[in-house]
């Protein structure tokens, strides 16, 4: 039995584990993070499990209408009874989180194996698995949730999340960023970039924000503290109005969810950390906005990774940063002040000052607290111990930009050889390059780039260069990662257009879609992007950036045989570009035209069987057949291609559910109509309109 008066499940490994570590316990006591009569508690909740936390993805009517109906049902029903586990312990009921804005995350003080295995809290259960799959909530640990809120990120900000996998602040701000985005509200004009330092965690992270189906999103693979540093034309600098430095950090305030660091903790995981997390955290200095806001944030308890970067961090920035007071901002959340002093220690024990012969020892200046520490403001920082709100540990610092500073060029980043340089400057490929000019030759060899400044059109606003597409590494400078190029021939745009009935003033598709295939006039997907992340990469003329994915894919290539145009073409406009799924949420509110409005069972039997017939073949006698014969007709009227299918408004209302939820991607075939979205999505629909049609019930 632990402190919580739990039994772990015999198989989940988590009590096998011996969760005491001298070192650790010694360091921590010394090092006063924890008031002397708090110290038995907060050890016994460190050795505990940690509770499981999820809030409900979105925001506005969809998140509330969720948790209504989650309070309505499944928690009304476990705060009725009186909970026990096996043992006869009392199981306190699911809560909000206090301080969590609108009870929009919720706490549950079971652990995952009595969740699986109590027969009273498969409803939950069930619930949960489902939800997340679906991507209706996310788990998420609670104190994880914070830094993005301190971000203040508005949705016409330009974010960099400096070290963003797996993603789910990331996914926060981006929530954050669309708010309430029906169509009648604006598109978030800003831009999130997000980046990692690991190819394949820069992949996680892409999937993993793949549900907020963003056109703001940059995914881009750089070490932090070399993250490039782009320029417009007139050598300004394109500056973050937030920046979240979430760094690689010991991790030792997981130990609820991750006990094994009991056994390998010692303070050296802290030390080996401090000077890689300064220099992330200084680089974001130098990329932030004046007025902006810098986060930074680690799991660990430890002032080597926390107070001693953040006063490393403002004296080196020599007033232009100032860490602020946020006691204001989330009232209800416990927090613990940041220390001015603290001792650093390494495995030959305490060192009390920097004199020098520390360095042998890997010991740096900056992780001491010296005189000019003591007068820094560090108290400003937050500190979550895990007994005050039953969560993990975590460290938080908010900074604000005061002024401008000095921005030193990244020493480290890997050089260019100058035909690259000359090639890149000029935006030409490899077999051009007999042509360039003796000027830019020179320039390039003084290690200057020549500065052609990206295209402008009749707004003045930077257009996508066309960058070689057959240079050396696919036309990108990145081995391995091809490319973003500009899609604006105007065969493939006004075609996108004019069959979907969409505005150009409404949003501007000529200008902010890219591709990554080489050859731009046939790009087999093409991916939507807001005006903001246009003008970031048509800035970075030099391809400094390595970008692993951009925007929302809206559109795929759809291959039609040529004489299936031919025939159709005299009937009506076809288009070689059949809309996603995925871009549906955005593009939906700007399409006018291929909108069919069936039957909601119609609409049922397609979700069902995936294909619907328009007549009865004694062939094929399985098949289902559209039973509405003006749904039929309006399809038949369609030329073949790509449609979108929405229940009709009396059905959507009896189910309380916004035509953009529903809409789903179709292929209007010669003798059906066919679901273009894949057998997990479609379960996410039928789901939907089950859940909804379940609610509604309920409450009628
Ligand atoms: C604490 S995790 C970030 C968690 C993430 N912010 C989230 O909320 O899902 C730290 C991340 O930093 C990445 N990382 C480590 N060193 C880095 C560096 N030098 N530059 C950029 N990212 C780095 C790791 O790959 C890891 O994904």
Redesign the pocket.
């Known amino acids: 039995m632990d402190a919580r008066g739990e039994r772990g499940n015999a198989h989940d490994g988590y009590h096998d584990i011996q969760k005491t570590n001298k070192a650790f316990e010694t360091y921590y006591k010394a090092q006063n993070i924890v008031p002397e009569s708090e110290w038995e508690t907060f050890l016994d909740c460190m050795r505990s499990p940690l509770p499981m936390t999820f809030r409900i993805n979105g925001s506005g009517k969809f998140a509330t209408d969720m948790r209504d109906q989650l309070e309505g049902t499944l928690f009304a029903e476990l705060l009725k009874e009186e909970l026990k586990d096996e043992e006869q312990n009392e199981l306190p009921p699911p809560k909000p989180l206090a301080w969590y804005p609108e009870r929009l995350a919720w706490q549950c003080s079971y652990t995952r194996a009595q969740l699986r295995r109590l027969p009273a809290l498969q409803g939950i259960f069930d619930f949960i698995k489902n939800a997340n799959e679906l991507g209706s909530i996310s788990r998420q640990e609670a104190v ?1 949730m914070i830094p993005p809120f301190f971000l203040d990120a508005q949705p016409h900000h330009r974010i960099l ?10 996914f926060q701000i981006l929530e954050r960023m669309h708010g309430d985005f029906d169509g009648n509200t604006k598109l978030p004009t800003g831009i999130v970039v997000a ?4 190819l394949k ?1 820069c992949n996680l992270l892409t999937h993993q924000t793949k549900r907020a189906n963003s056109p703001t999103l940059l995914v881009t693979n ?4 070399n993250y490039p540093i782009i320029k417009g034309p007139k050598g300004e600098l394109f500056d973050f109005d937030a920046i ?1 430095c ?4 010991s991790g030792d305030a997981t130990m609820r969810k991750a006990p094994d660091i009991w056994n390998r903790w010692t303070p050296g995981n802290g030390n080996g950390l401090h000077t ?1 997390q300064l220099r ?1 955290a200084a680089r974001g200095a130098q990329l932030l906005k004046v007025g902006g806001r810098l986060v930074y944030s680690t ?1 660990s308890l430890n002032p080597i990774e926390n107070e001693a970067v953040v006063a490393a961090l403002l004296k080196e920035c020599d007033g232009a940063l100032e860490l602020l007071d946020v006691s204001d901002e989330l009232p209800d959340l416990k927090r613990s002040p940041g220390l001015r002093d603290w001792q650093v220690w390494d495995k030959f024990g305490y060192h009390p000052s920097f004199r020098g012969e520390e360095q042998m020892f890997k010991l740096c200046e900056t992780m001491f607290s010296d005189e000019e520490t003591k007068k820094l403001p560090l108290e400003r920082c937050l500190r979550l111990l895990p007994h005050h709100q039953d969560t993990g540990g975590f460290f938080v610092a908010v900074f604000q930009k005061v002024k401008p500073m000095e921005i030193k060029e990244d020493v480290n980043a890997k050089k260019q050889t100058v035909k690259e340089r000359v090639r890149l400057s000029l935006n030409v490929n490899a077999k051009n390059e007999i042509e360039m000019s003796h000027e830019v030759i020179t320039l390039a060899r003084k290690g200057q780039t020549a500065s052609i400044p990206p295209e402008v059109d009749d707004k003045g606003e930077y257009l996508l260069p066309h960058r070689g597409a057959t240079g050396p590494n696919g036309g990108s400078r990145w081995l391995g990662i091809d490319p973003v190029l500009p899609v604006n021939d105007p065969k493939v745009i006004n075609s996108i257009y004019s069959v979907y009935g969409i505005e150009s003033d409404d949003i501007a598709l000529h200008k902010n879609c890219v591709t990554r295939t080489a050859d731009t006039s046939r790009p087999k997907r093409v991916y939507t992007i807001t005006d903001s992340l246009r003008q970031y990469l048509a800035c970075d003329v030099n391809e400094s950036l390595r970008v692993t994915s951009c925007g929302l894919k809206a559109f795929e290539r759809q291959e039609i045989k040529d004489e299936v145009k031919e025939q159709e073409e005299t009937s009506g406009a076809m288009c070689d570009f059949r809309l996603t799924q995925d871009g549906i949420p955005m593009m939906f509110p700007f399409v006018r035209k291929r909108i069919i409005r069936p039957t909601f069972d119609d609409f049922k039997a397609i979700l069902e069987r995936r294909t619907l017939a328009f007549e009865y073949s004694a062939e094929a006698p399985q098949r289902a057949v559209i039973s509405c014969a003006e749904t039929k007709k309006a399809l038949l009227d369609l030329t073949l291609g790509c449609c979108i299918l929405v229940p009709r408004d009396e059905d959507l209302a009896a189910i309380n559910v916004s035509k953009a939820d529903l809409a789903i991607a179709c292929w209007r075939g010669r003798t059906s109509c066919n679901l273009l979205v894949s057998k997990a999505e479609t379960i996410h629909f039928i789901d939907k309109i089950k859940v909804n049609a379940a609610v509604k019930m309920d409450t009628s």
Request: charged share 25%.
């Open positions: 994880s999340d400096m070290c963003a996998s797996p993603g789910s602040k990331t980046n990692d330092v690991d965690r750089h070490e932090a503290q979240l979430d760094v690689p950090c890689l992330i799991c």
